[in-house]
T-cell receptor
Framework: EAGVTQFPSHSVIEKGQTVTLRCDPISGHDNLYWYRRVMGKEIKFLLHFVKESKQDESGMPNNRFLAERTGGTYSTLKVQPAELEDSGVYFC???????????????FGPGTRLTVL | AQSVTQLDSQVPVFEEAPVELRCNYSSSVSVYLFWYVQYPNQGLQLLLKYLSGSTLVKGINGFEAEFNKSQTSFHLRKPSVHISDTAEYFCAVSPYILTGGGNKLTFGTGTQLKVEL
């Protein structure tokens, strides 16, 4: 089966511009997560979708970030307007529906490296 | 809330030598524990995970980790490393949740393992 894919792999934009990142999860995975790694720091959780619903968006930095998952398939993460501190690698992960009391193994995409100049 | 500490940012080791990558965590609830690896220009790949049961967990590529509840540690080991093990390794935890919620991962800052000839 195909893995998690992300597009683009790299994006270089200027401060104030808008960028949209896309994530295609593994087919059949209801859970979709976004994470971000700022250079030299830990990978941090941004938000979690279950199908098309936002389950947890506690990690979203501010209202310049907008995530959507229309139809419960692919997801987009839009940054508008981008700021210098938004630079980093944005990872997407997906997993199957979690059994009660269990956990879901998250499969990660290769990430999108965003550079804001 | 959870936190993960990987004290060693870089670990150089000669090929065929043993290696241990350290991970300590803090959490007010029970957690699941994971080790992920990121090879150059690739996404994160799950190495192994501890959910319950035996505290010694075996993963892919000859890696293993031992969960120590009293020391809140989950150190990763390999008895003999290969050049191909050169990568960045991330320790992560997620909270044990009976129903609802998500399994967002909290990561450490990563350890760069460099295997030399």
């Amino acid at each position: 089966e195909a893995g998690v894919t992300q597009f683009p792999s790299h994006s270089v934009i200027e401060k104030g511009q808008t960028v949209t990142l896309r994530c295609d999860p593994i087919s059949g995975h209801d859970n979709l997560y976004w994470y971000r790694r700022v250079m030299g720091k830990e990978i941090k959780f941004l938000l979690h979708f279950v199908k098309e619903s936002k389950q947890d968006e506690s990690g979203m930095p501010n209202n310049r970030f907008l995530a959507e998952r229309t139809g419960g398939t692919y997801s987009t993460l839009k940054v508008q307007p981008a700021e210098l501190e938004d630079s980093g690698v944005y990872f997407c992960a997906s997993s199957r529906t979690r059994r009660q009391g269990g956990t879901d193994t998250q499969y990660f995409g290769p990430g999108t490296r965003l550079t804001v100049l | 809330a959870q936190s993960v500490t990987q004290l060693d940012s870089q670990v150089p080791v000669f090929e065929e030598a043993p290696v241990e990558l350290r991970c300590n965590y803090s959490s007010s609830v029970s957690v699941y524990l994971f080790w992920y690896v990121q090879y150059p220009n690739q996404g994160l790949q799950l190495l192994l995970k501890y959910l319950s049961g035996s505290t010694l967990v075996k993963g892919i590529n000859g890696f293993e980790a031992e969960f120590n509840k009293s020391q809140t540690s989950f150190h990763l080991r390999k008895p003999s490393v290969h050049i191909s093990d050169t990568a960045e390794y991330f320790c992560a935890v997620s909270p044990y949740i009976l129903t609802g919620g998500g399994n967002k991962l909290t990561f450490g800052t990563g350890t760069q393992l460099k295997v030399e000839l």
